[in-house]
């Protein structure tokens, strides 16, 4: 098992997903002997799921059953163990879209928090890129270095326990895009540009406050990054509905002419449509994505 290539079967130290429901995941690591409670019962690591293939229904000890699934970045989003306020896949998706992350793509991060956009990243520029993340909380560092190593994504990965405002990412000219998600994103930009390569590259920064944005911009454009654009990306739930509209009449088809008479009274008929209605308000403000393209110097 590795967060950035597919294997058929479950193996002794993988981490997989254990699905209940739709609102309802956790993550385990598979040890032979080991033995983990949930809702449904015990799950037991040796003959439950060692060789079991991924996908596959595994009934534990109280009889309900639950599904075991290879671990991706997004279904490690919603099963990680939060230390931070973490980045969300809506987000996540625009991110790596609009910093044009491909294989072999340099990137440096800063904090790196929980590791949740970290996956993403990695699965986004594995198998030949690399990924710089900067967080100066010790212990966060240091357990998010372990969880890369676990997830075998560790080879792809350097994690720089510093503070990015003072110390930088600790690399030059070597960035194809950066991404800041700190209080004060304004205090790094320039140790971004450090960073980036030459010829150029991609910046993303996250902020809550439109402040913190107003902020960040003045300094990208002193900086001479150019194409700023702020984005908020807000996830709406549409509810599938059955409704029952009015069959419309549309006249007879060889019926009498205008002038022979009026036309027949409208069918009471009505047909039932499968559709989807919007919530009338859509909450979920999580932040501005500022996106900034550095020219070549
Ligand atoms: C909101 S969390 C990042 C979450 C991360 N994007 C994720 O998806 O899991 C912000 C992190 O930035 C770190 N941080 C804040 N200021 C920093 C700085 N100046 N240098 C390095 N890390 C910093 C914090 O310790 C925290 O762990």
């Given at each position: 098992m590795s967060f950035v290539e597919y294997s058929e079967k479950v193996q002794d130290g993988d981490v997989v997903i254990v699905y209940m429901?739709?609102?309802?995941m956790m993550q385990l690591k598979v040890q032979a002997g080991g033995?983990t ?6 799950i037991r690591h040796s003959s439950d799921l060692i060789g079991l293939r991924y996908g596959s229904k595994v009934t534990c000890?109280?009889?309900?059953w639950v599904r075991v699934l290879h671990p991706t970045p997004e279904l490690w989003?919603?099963s ?23 294989p ?15 996956h993403a990243?990695l699965r986004s520029?594995a198998p ?19 969880e890369f190593q676990e997830h075998r994504v560790g080879h792809l ?141």
């Open positions: 429901g739709h609102e309802s033995q409670q949930t809702r449904y019962g015990a000890s109280k009889g309900g989003t919603v990680l163990p939060h230390r931070t306020q973490i980045l969300y896949t809506t987000d996540i998706a625009t991110i790596t879209m609009m910093l044009e992350l491909k072999g793509a340099v990137v440096c991060e800063s904090g790196t928090g929980s590791g949740s956009l970290s990243i520029i030949t890129g690399h990924l710089h993340t900067v967080e100066f909380h010790q212990q966060r560092a240091e357990k998010v270095e372990e990965v350097t994690v720089r326990n510093q503070d990015v405002c003072s110390d930088g990412f600790g690399v030059a000219g070597v960035a194809d895009a950066v991404f800041l998600d700190i209080p004060s994103p304004w205090d790094a930009v320039a140790h971004a540009h450090t960073a980036m390569k030459r010829h150029g590259g991609r910046l993303c920064s996250f902020s809550p406050c439109i402040e913190q944005v107003q902020k960040t911009c003045e300094s990208l454009s002193a900086l001479g990054f150019l194409d700023l654009l702020t984005l908020e990306v807000v996830l709406r739930v549409h509810t599938v509905r059955t409704l029952s509209l009015p069959m419309p009449e549309f006249g007879p088809d060889s019926g009498p002419a205008l002038s022979e008479g009026p036309f027949p009274s409208p069918s009471p008929a009505s047909l039932p449509v499968r559709t989807t209605t919007p919530p009338r308000e859509t909450a979920g403000h999580t932040g501005y994505l500022t996106f900034a393209t550095k020219p070549r110097t």
